[in-house]
């Protein structure tokens, strides 16, 4: 989103340490019916293919998803307010919590006064309640189209990446320290850029990777605001446990599929060939979200591709991936928390079964934007408070955000930092041209 589409912060954004932010306010105006309409259209232009697989039972139940995103659509620009959930499916009753808790606070919770990441959240949630009321195509992946024309029109850096990940793994054993760390660095800032190619921020227009994402690497490291990866390098150095060999486990909460996600995988593969990691598990979205995110479907799909690919280096790579599925080396997971509009620090209380599961990580990677305005509340906090104080105690293991910047929340700067920013670049907090490798330690005072 713009920064000119967030009202003014209800307090100043100059809060004390121990000081909550103010929430974030935006007005949706812009992109979220943009999307809807898109998904309005997709939904439509597939009404021969519902009719193939569900005949005269397919049409209708297009025609009345139609009508309820219709209805969504409207209730969005005319700030409606919003509405509890009525599928009854396994989260519903959180999502009508949430609502209850935000209601106790302000009354009435409509779509444009209301915190954006939230309202943003239900609006694809809201998607999803209009499929699965009208079963047959409740199934129906409304972002599939442009998550698979995404990766299709990166081939050209997926082959260079791969081709270049099967040179390093190749010559493995023969690298020094210093070049296994050079690589390190390497492949965890291709993950990083990679995000550049989400298609929310786009509102669904193909932004697909060209270049050869190697070679831009040195160019854009001054877009780096803040880099903690020599400190992330040392959490898996030290997670290696000479008593108890072959443990280090690293779990990467995914964000979008296409290219990104081929950057993930390739810096997973990274991990286990070095020996810096024994296990990766990957999370993922249990429904289509926020256009482009991963789901368990685009997971296998990405791998199946990469090993048809009619290239001997990416071939290569995807059947190497698809071993590590098959052998448990890697593994995919989703949750329903990744897709409430809940904060992070709530998940302990919300969701004690994933930080459990978190817990059980050496270390954590958060990819994207949506993640990290999720890390820190979405909240306009100072740019000088500390990612520590930004994430309100949610620390289940060392964990890195992996970011580039699309909405107007950043702590962790030095002072004058992003002044700067302001003055050079206004809109730095949300073209995607900046980033940061943050990195955070339960374990170390900060
Ligand atoms: O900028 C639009 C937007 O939908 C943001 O709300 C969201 O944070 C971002 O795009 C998604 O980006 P990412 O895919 O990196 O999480
Ligand atoms: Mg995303």
């Not at 919590?97 to 009435?108: S, T």
């Not at 685009?298 to 290569?316: E, G, L, P, V, Y």
Request: charge should be negative; proline fraction near 4%.
């Amino acid at each position: 989103m713009m920064a000119a589409d967030r009202a003014v912060p209800e307090v100043p954004l100059s809060l004390s340490a121990n000081v909550v932010g103010s929430f974030a306010y935006l007005t949706i105006r812009d992109r979220l019916p943009t999307i809807l309409t898109k998904v309005i259209d997709t939904i439509h232009r597939n009404k021969n293919k519902f009719f193939e697989e569900y005949g005269e039972e397919g049409v209708q139940a297009e025609k009345a998803t139609i009508s309820l995103l219709s209805k969504l659509r409207n209730e969005l620009q005319t700030d409606k307010t919003v509405l509890l959930l009525t599928d009854g499916l396994a989260d519903a009753d959180s999502w009508n919590q949430y609502l209850r808790r935000q209601q106790d606070q302000q009354d009435p919770v409509s779509w444009f006064r209301s915190q954006w990441l939230y309202v943003e959240c239900y609006m694809y949630r809201r998607i999803q309640e209009a499929l699965w009321l009208n079963p047959p195509i409740s199934d129906f992946d409304v972002f599939n189209e442009g998550k698979t024309q995404s990766f299709f029109e990166s081939q050209q850096a997926v082959i260079a990446l791969c081709t270049y990940l099967q040179d390093v793994n190749t010559n493995m054993g023969k690298l020094s320290k210093d070049q296994l760390q050079e690589q390190f660095h390497k492949l965890l800032q291709v993950s990083l850029w990679g995000n550049k190619c989400d298609l929310s921020i786009s509102a669904g227009q193909e932004n697909s990777q060209k270049a050869s994402p190697i070679d831009s690497l040195s160019n854009l490291q001054p877009f780096i605001l803040v880099d903690n990866s020599d400190m992330v390098l040392s959490a898996l150095v030290s997670a290696q446990k000479p008593e108890q060999p072959g443990k280090t486990r690293v779990d990467i909460v995914l964000d979008n599929a296409g290219f990104e996600l081929v950057t993930d995988l390739v810096l997973a593969d990274f991990l286990v060939t070095s020996g810096l990691a024994h296990k990766v598990c990957f999370h993922g979205k249990s429904i289509p979200w926020f256009v482009s995110d991963v789901t368990a479907n685009d997971f296998r799909w990405t791998i199946r591709q990469t090993m048809a690919a009619n290239h001997k280096w990416m071939s290569k790579s995807g059947y190497e991936w698809q071993s590590y599925v098959r052998e448990g080396v890697w593994s995919y997971h989703d949750h329903p928390f990744w897709t409430l509009p809940h904060e992070f620090c709530d998940m302990p209380v919300d969701a004690p079964d994933l930080y459990a599961t978190l817990q059980g990580a050496d270390l954590i990677l958060f990819k994207g934007d949506l993640n990290y305005r999720k890390l820190t509340g979405d909240r306009y906090w100072d740019h000088t408070i500390s990612f520590n104080t930004a994430l309100r105690g949610f620390g289940p293991a060392p964990l890195c955000s992996l970011r580039t910047l699309k909405a107007n929340v950043q702590v962790g700067l030095q002072p004058g930092q992003g002044e700067k920013l302001s003055s050079k670049d206004p809109d730095w907090m949300t073209n995607g041209k900046y980033a940061v490798i943050q990195f955070h330690s339960p374990h170390s005072e900060q």
